[in-house]
């Protein structure tokens, strides 16, 4: 575990570190549908330094789990976990239905959440709809469900 972690509501001073960091990851970009904002969290030390975000858009009563990403030299130390967590409550809080996701890398890792394999098609349209599902993840990506009433 990264000692000295704060998460904090994401703001839009966050947005260049943020897409810096989905950058470095290999993620998709942040795009003006994205809600960026209270919708996502930032871990940071206390000196300020974001290296932690994770994020969901909300449609109609369901979440797109996006943008959950770890700088490199502190992967595995389980703040992605506190990180998806987090989003989870905060999916909860709001009364969400489910939460989706799509990933190409970390098919593994999401059913220790809960999550499970679905088809991409198997979406309900919000979801489908939104352009990181429509288009800019590959068809090759892994779609996961989480149902969270």
């Not at 549908?33 to 930032?42: A, C, K, L, R, T």
């Not at 809080?93 to 989706?100: D, E």
Request: proline share 3%; hydrophobic share 45%; with cysteine.
């Amino acid at each position: 575990m990264v000692e000295d972690v704060l998460l904090r509501p994401a703001t839009l001073a966050d947005l260049r570190s943020v897409s810096s960091l989905l950058r470095e990851s290999n993620l998709v970009a942040l795009d003006d549908h994205s809600q960026f904002g209270e919708h996502y969290v930032i871990a940071e030390n206390s000196g300020g330094f974001l290296f932690g975000v994770a994020g969901i858009e909300i449609r109609g009563n369901n979440g797109l789990l996006r943008s959950v990403a770890i700088a490199p030299h502190l992967r595995t130390r389980g703040l992605g976990t506190r990180l998806i967590h987090d989003r989870i409550d905060y999916a909860r809080a709001r009364r969400l239905r489910a939460l989706y996701l799509l990933t190409t890398t970390a098919r593994d890792y999401f059913p220790r959440f809960g999550f499970t394999v679905i088809g991409r098609t198997e979406a309900p349209l919000e979801i489908a709809g939104t352009i990181e599902w429509s288009s800019a993840c590959p068809a090759s990506s892994t779609a996961m469900f989480l149902k969270l009433d």
